[in-house]
């Protein structure tokens, strides 16, 4: 409740008056957020595009699906933990870094591939189309895509638990089945985040980084398998 600190301001006009000035510095924490988590999306992006450059070059090994997952379940767990802190940005660092390595010998795979480097660059360019065009639409709209919550975490928690089913059990069916998936919910999920920070739900932008890294990564990896199955990888 807001209190009348003016007896001379009638209630109405004092709260035309407030009111203004509470939305421009919602606006402005807005703005701070979506303009951080850009520029952190940016330098992760790069990092780990490096980390991935240098595992490729060295020809490192897949570290395996099982320390795979305790490597990002690790270091995302840290990152929640170390959001408010500067050690937030050094875990999102490390999270993003030991992607971009664990990635690195599924690209090293494509490329040694016939039309391996035109099936790479084909994922990477249409994960750039598409989360351009959805961060602009949310961006331009103003739309509220926080309905898509629900949907969104069962959505990914079905998809991966039968992404690992495809893996132990070798059904390639099943792998193409979830790649489609994730790409829809990856595109959902960039949506959903992105609204998210417009309208203030999402304050944290270490967090938002997250979020966004994790949808492109997804992204990429699953259009990666489904153009090297429509391009005769078996």
Request: net charge neutral; glycine share 10%; proline share 3%.
């Amino acid at each position: 409740t807001q209190m009348n600190l003016n007896p001379n301001l009638a209630p109405e006009r004092e709260q035309a008056i407030a009111l203004p000035h509470g939305g421009a510095e919602s606006v402005l924490a807005t703005n701070k957020v979506i303009r951080n988590t850009y520029l952190l999306l940016s330098m992760t992006l790069a990092f780990s595009a490096v980390t991935a450059a240098t595992s490729v070059a060295l020809k490192l090994p897949h570290p395996g699906i099982i320390l795979t997952l305790i490597g990002f379940f690790g270091l995302l767990f840290a990152v929640h933990k170390l959001k408010d802190s500067g050690w937030g940005i050094l875990s999102v660092f490390a999270l993003t870094g030991f992607m971009g390595y664990t990635l690195g010998p599924v690209i090293s795979r494509y490329l040694g591939l016939p039309n391996g480097s035109e099936i790479v660059m084909q994922a990477m360019g249409g994960t750039a189309a598409i989360f351009i065009g959805l961060s602009a639409y949310a961006v331009t709209t103003k739309k509220d895509f926080s309905f898509m919550g629900g949907f969104l975490m069962v959505g990914i928690l079905l998809a991966f638990l039968a992404g690992l089913a495809a893996i132990f059990f070798e059904i390639p069916a099943l792998s193409l089945t979830v790649s489609a998936a994730f790409v829809l919910l990856m595109s959902g999920l960039i949506l959903y985040e992105t609204s998210n920070i417009i309208h203030g739900g999402e304050t944290n932008y270490v967090l938002a980084t997250v979020t966004l890294f994790v949808s492109i990564f997804n992204l990429f990896t699953s259009l990666l398998q489904l153009l090297g199955f429509m391009n005769g990888d078996d």
